[in-house]
Structure formats: structure tokens, C-alpha cells
């Protein structure tokens, strides 16, 4: 079956500091990879994706590369703002009408990131 | 385009009364998933659609939850009898299938948010 596999948070870190949110996966067939946002109160935005291997996503000065061999799409911004407070899930969708539920994104269990002045 | 609606925004109800979550698609999507979001949990796929058609339900909890789509605009989740165990944030999503894209991402409501007392 389909996985996602996330670091646990909370993550604080100071504003302006690197950061680095890992994420792994385990799936069947050649998924494209997806980071989503989630503020509170609201609902997941999609952040950026990728669909296949090598592959970077970029959005919001957020960057993700898709890599095959090491079957992972680390999160990764250079200088983080105070706005950049928010849960982070990465999620998979496996081919679609490959059966079984294939359909759906498959979420990680989200990490919650705290900036702090 | 509005986005994915979902109404009520909140809901607090008793334990043992019919719930009703409601979800219009973005006009156009041919998928429409249902998600529910807890602290234990994370996000979990319940169900989802494709053209108003139920092709996995596998991660509907029990027979307490159903799910209809009777047409392209408009879906409903219902638990009948409601357990306090249900209560948590449920998710709509829609996503379209472009001929000669793979794994387009899906699109979120802002959720209800159910508390079964």
C-alpha cells in the first residue's frame, strides 16, 4: 500500500532560519508527490508539487525535489517568516484507476511549524 | 471559481443524532473526496467519487457513515447514529483528471468541524 512518512513536530525555529520538514514515502506504481499548507482554521492549500522523478517544485520560496532513489520530498526554505506559522502535510497520489483507494491523496500526519519573532 | 464548499462550517450535536455534512464540488471536477482530520489519526481518506460514481469507500469507518453524490455539484457525508468518537474535522476535496497529466492535485474546502457531545 500507499505511505507517507513525515518528521514529528512541533518544529520551532526563529525567523529568518533554514528550514528543512523531511518526508518519505513507500507506494505502488510512480506517484506524483504534493506538499500542502494548513493555517489555522482553515482548510489544506496545495503548496507545491512534482510529478516525477528529479522534478522541483517551488512556491512561496518553498522548494521540494522529488527523488526516486531515496524515495523522498524533503521540504526545504531558505529564510522563514512569522507567517510561515501553519501544519505541513506531504501526501502522495499513486496512478490513478490502479484500484484500491489509489484515487486518493495519502497524507502524512502533517507537521506543525512554529516561527517565532 | 468559489472553491470547494462545505456547509455547516461547525457542528455540535448529541450523541445519537443524524449528522449531515454537505460539499459542492468546484464545477468541473470529476473526483470528490471526503477526508476526516484528527490529533490520533491525521488525515484519512473516507471515501471518494469519480463522475458521481462511490469507487473506494474502504475508509469509512462503519455502516454508521454513508456517502451520496447524486450529482455532479453536490455530495453529502451522514453518520446516523453520531458516537463522540466522530467528532473531528471533515474534509471535501475535488480534483479533475487533464488528458496527459497525471495525479492532478486535489482542492480543499475549509471543512466541518463536528463535535458530538
Known amino acids: 500500500g500507499n505511505s507517507v512518512t513525515q518528521m514529528e513536530g512541533p518544529v520551532t525555529l526563529s525567523e529568518e532560519a533554514f528550514l528543512t520538514i523531511n518526508c518519505t514515502y513507500t507506494a505502488t506504481g510512480y506517484p506524483s508527490l504534493f506538499w500542502y499548507v494548513q493555517y489555522p482554521g482553515e482548510g489544506l492549500q496545495l503548496l507545491l508539487k512534482a510529478t516525477k522523478a528529479d522534478d522541483k517544485g517551488s512556491n512561496k520560496g518553498f522548494e521540494a525535489t522529488y527523488r526516486k532513489e531515496t524515495t523522498s520530498f524533503h521540504l526545504e526554505k531558505g529564510s522563514v517568516q512569522v507567517s510561515d506559522s501553519a501544519v505541513y502535510f506531504c501526501a502522495l497520489r499513486a496512478l490513478e484507476y490502479s484500484g484500491g483507494g489509489a484515487d486518493g491523496l495519502t497524507f502524512g500526519k502533517g507537521t506543525h511549524l512554529i516561527i517565532q519573532p | 471559481d468559489a472553491g470547494v464548499i462545505q456547509s455547516p462550517r461547525h457542528e455540535v450535536t448529541e450523541m445519537g443524532q443524524e449528522v449531515t455534512l454537505r460539499c459542492k464540488p468546484i464545477?468541473?471536477?470529476?473526483?470528490l473526496f471526503w477526508y476526516r482530520q484528527t490529533m490520533m489519526r491525521g488525515l484519512e481518506l473516507l471515501i471518494y467519487?469519480?463522475?458521481?460514481?462511490?469507487?473506494?469507500d474502504s475508509g469509512m469507518p462503519e455502516d454508521r457513515f454513508s456517502a451520496k453524490m447524486p450529482n455532479a455539484s453536490f455530495s453529502t457525508l451522514k453518520i446516523q447514529p453520531s458516537e463522540p468518537r466522530d467528532s473531528a474535522v471533515y474534509f471535501c476535496a475535488s480534483s479533475r483528471r487533464r488528458t496527459g497529466q497525471r495525479n492532478t492535485e486535489a482542492f480543499f474546502g475549509q471543512g466541518t468541524r463536528l463535535t458530538v457531545v
Open positions: 467519487f469519480n463522475n458521481n460514481v462511490p469507487i473506494d
Open positions: 464545477s468541473g471536477h470529476d473526483y
